[in-house]
């Protein structure tokens, strides 16, 4: 993922850029030789919003549910959504990417390391937080983690995955 550290690199070019502008914009009182003038926090946070923007990066997921269905199925049906789960997973029985979530929760899922796995609420949480930790045979450790969700975007797609039977 190279992702953060481009964001990383534009941020602190940025505010390079805008710590030297500031600097001169200030001749009035000159900041010590060595010394970069202080940024303004509200400026420095626009900064961060400017710089992703432009790079086309993904806003950070705040995890919030406030606008989620109270349902926790169409909540997860929802949050799938949100994550683009469905490019690489259908729920109509055929494999894209990766497996397909219809019959997934009860099914028992051979791995390319270790004992199969009879999929339950744990084995699915751990799936979608931590994909590398076990890989399911016939296919490969591409899915990114979702470390990020909250317990209640997970919840809510266990919930969904688990109706898809
Ligand atoms: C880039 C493609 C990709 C995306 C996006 C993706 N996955 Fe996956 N997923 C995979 C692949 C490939 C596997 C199988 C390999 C493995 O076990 O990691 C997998 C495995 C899983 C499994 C275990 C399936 C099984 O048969 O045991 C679950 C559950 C799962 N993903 C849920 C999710 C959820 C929820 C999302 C969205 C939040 C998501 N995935 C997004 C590719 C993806």
Redesign the pocket.
Same mark, same amino acid.
């Given at each position: 993922m190279t992702t953060p550290f481009r964001l990383l690199a534009l941020l602190t070019i940025t505010l390079f850029v805008v710590a030297c502008s500031s600097g001169t914009d200030s001749k009035t009182t000159p900041t010590p030789e060595g010394t970069s003038p202080p940024i303004p926090a509200a400026a420095d946070e626009a900064l961060v919003e400017l710089s992703a923007n432009a790079i086309g990066a993904p806003t950070p997921n705040t995890g919030s549910t406030e606008t989620l269905p109270e349902d926790p199925i169409e909540a997860g049906a929802e949050?799938?959504a949100q994550?683009?789960?469905t490019?690489?997973?259908t729920i109509d029985g055929t494999s894209l990417?990766? *497996?397909t979530?219809k019959g997934?929760f009860g099914?028992n899922?051979e791995m390319t390391e270790g004992p199969s796995?009879k999929?339950d609420d744990a084995?699915?949480v751990e799936?979608?937080r931590d *994909?590398?930790a076990?890989?399911?045979k016939g &296919?490969?450790?591409?899915? *990114?983690a &979702?470390d990020y969700?909250s317990d209640e975007e997970i919840e809510a797609?266990v919930a969904y995955?688990r109706s898809l039977q």
């Open positions: 949050v799938s994550n683009a789960c490019a690489c997973h990417v990766g *497996p979530w997934l099914r899922e796995v999929v084995y699915l799936s979608i *994909p590398g076990r890989i399911v &296919f490969t450790n591409v899915m *990114p &979702f969700l797609l995955i």
